[in-house]
């Protein structure tokens, strides 16, 4: 069983910075596609960020350019730097790991983090 916590959120004024960190147990970490969802007031849950056991990243195109994922296989976590923030960013933030081995293609989900931009 994988655990997923995240940590890092908070309030913060549009412009700034906020660096979200995910940490897992488990002994496989190294080969899990991660992944950064949010859930906004209202809305649907979206991918913002992935990043593949092998380092590929990939972004919703709200953030691309304002965002960057990276993992640190030897410490079981996975981040997500967000700079810019935009009152739009305002969300629920969740860490994800998939198995490629398994279905489906996120099984494992942290308990999420709240990052809330204000203007």
């Not at 488990?26 to 950064?36: A, V």
């Amino acid at each position: 069983q994988v655990q997923l916590g995240e940590s890092g959120g908070g309030l913060v004024q549009a412009g700034d910075s906020l660096r979200l960190s995910c940490a897992a147990s488990g002994q496989t970490f190294s080969i899990y596609r991660m992944g950064w969802f949010r859930r906004a007031p209202g809305k649907q849950r979206e991918l913002v960020a992935a990043i593949t056991s092998g380092g590929i990243t990939n972004y919703a195109g709200s953030v691309k350019g304002r965002f960057t994922i990276s993992r640190d296989n030897a410490k079981n976590t996975v981040y997500l730097q967000m700079n810019s923030l935009k009152p739009e960013d305002t969300a629920v933030y969740y860490c994800a790991a998939g198995d490629p081995r398994s279905v489906p293609e996120y099984g494992y989900w942290g308990q999420g983090t709240q990052v809330t931009v204000s203007s």
